[in-house]
């Protein structure tokens, strides 16, 4: 049976998904602390926030079990990738529907995809390390 070669990501890689992350993520936030929007306006698109990056992690996941053999069923993939859309389109209704300026709902929408992206690709380096370290045991 061949073992299939995990390459460690790069320090440099996981600091910059690490920073593109928080800044996606932080920016993200005080964004909405500073808004003048009413309280649940700031609750709707923090959840949608934060819904939008466990799904995308979700997504993340299951694409790389299906590539590496590992069982994901049909039902959970669908659901991943369904949750993740509709989060998208949560946020582009919302700011589309918003009363605030162009350059905000671009500042919003920027930061989400920035954050969700990150999100991305910090699960992946944390599963490729681990994956690179389990592979040095052998």
Same mark, same amino acid.
Not at 14 to 38: E, H, K, R
Not at 62 to 82: K, N, S
Not at 105 to 122: D, H, P, Q, R, T
């Given at each position: ?20 992350? +928080? ?7 005080? !964004? %909405? @602390? &500073? /808004? =003048?929007?009413?309280?649940? $306006?700031? #609750?709707? *698109? ?38 993740? +859309? ?7 209704? !919302? %700011? @589309? &529907? /918003? =009363?605030?300026?162009?350059? $905000?709902? #671009?500042? *919003? ?30």
């Amino acid at each position: 049976m061949q073992q299939k070669q995990i390459n460690q990501p790069s320090a440099a890689f996981i600091a910059a998904s690490w920073t593109a992350f +928080l800044v996606g993520t932080i920016a993200f936030i005080i !964004g %909405l @602390w &500073n /808004a =003048d929007m009413q309280l649940n $306006e700031k #609750g709707y *698109y923090f959840t949608v926030l934060m819904f939008g990056l466990f799904s995308a992690i979700s997504v993340q996941k299951a694409v790389r079990d299906q590539l590496e053999g590992i069982p994901v069923t049909g039902l959970y993939y669908g659901i991943a990738w369904f949750v993740t +859309l509709l989060c998208i389109v949560l946020l582009t209704v !919302g %700011l @589309w &529907n /918003a =009363d605030m300026l162009r350059s $905000e709902k #671009g500042f *919003y929408a920027m930061s989400f995809v920035l954050s969700i992206f990150a999100a991305i690709a910090v699960q992946k380096n944390t599963r490729d390390v681990k994956a690179a370290k389990s592979n040095e045991i052998f």
